[in-house]
């Protein structure tokens, strides 16, 4: 079985700080790693995700997230942050293998981005 | 195709009465998820369907919820004697397996109060 621990339910940052969303995972197997967006009354986004490969993996608005094994962790970080980056961001994880993709997922970080 | 569409986003109910919830996935999606989310905590697998056939269910399915997905397409979750315990927002995603680069579409999801 996996789990997930975000390690922080809310993060406030002024707008143009850098921002690290912290998440660590428990698994006895090889999972994948995702990092999930909710805008308010909206559904879950994928911002980004871990398959294998290169262990920096980047989205198309700025975040990134870093795999490392040997920590356990997947954090996320945006150096710069915007107003619009203002949601919950969910970390989750997935065993490899031909189920591997039911999603455990974390209990969320509310990112607040004030001006 | 628009994605993942979850009917109704909002049901109000009375305590004891019974609910069903349609998600229709992404058209060429042979496998299809439900979680369900309750405040303050990130989703919570409850069920997975590949094409027609249920393959897992979580011990939080209990008896009076109910999954299916008659002809591999569209599914429905049925709740049977609402409880106040069951309101939380349902989440429905859809996959594509085998697939290398898997990643989980969700619907907007279904927000359900018992009162």
């Known amino acids: 079985a996996q789990s997930v621990t975000q390690l922080d339910s809310q993060v406030p940052v002024f707008e143009e700080a850098p921002v690290e969303l912290r998440c660590n995972y428990s698994s006895s197997v090889s999972v994948y790693l995702f990092w999930y967006v909710q805008y308010p009354n909206q559904g879950l986004q994928l911002l980004l995700k871990y398959l294998s490969g290169s262990t920096l993996v980047e989205s198309i608005n700025g975040f990134e997230a870093e795999f490392n094994k040997s920590q356990t962790s997947f954090h996320l970080r945006k150096p710069s942050v915007h107003i619009s980056d203002t949601a919950e961001y969910f970390c989750?994880?997935?065993?490899?293998?031909?189920?591997?993709?039911?999603?455990?997922f974390g209990a969320g970080t509310i990112l607040r981005v004030k001006s | 195709d628009t994605g993942v569409s979850q009917d109704p986003r909002h049901k109000i109910t009375k305590r004891g009465q019974n609910v069903t919830f349609r998600c229709d996935p992404i058209s060429e999606h042979n496998r299809l998820y439900w979680y369900r989310q309750t405040l303050g905590q990130g989703p919570e697998f409850l069920t997975y369907f590949q094409n027609e056939a249920q393959l897992e269910k979580s011990r939080l399915l209990s008896d009076r919820f109910s999954a299916e997905r008659p002809k591999g397409s569209f599914s429905t979750l049925e709740i049977q004697r609402t409880e106040q315990g069951d309101s939380a927002m349902y989440l429905c995603?859809?996959?594509?397996?085998?697939?290398?680069?898997?990643?989980?579409?969700f619907g907007q999801g279904t927000r359900l109060t018992v009162v």
């Open positions: 989750a994880v997935s065993e490899v293998g031909e189920y591997g993709n039911k999603l455990v």
């Open positions: 995603a859809s996959s594509l397996v085998p697939e290398k680069n898997t990643e989980a579409f």
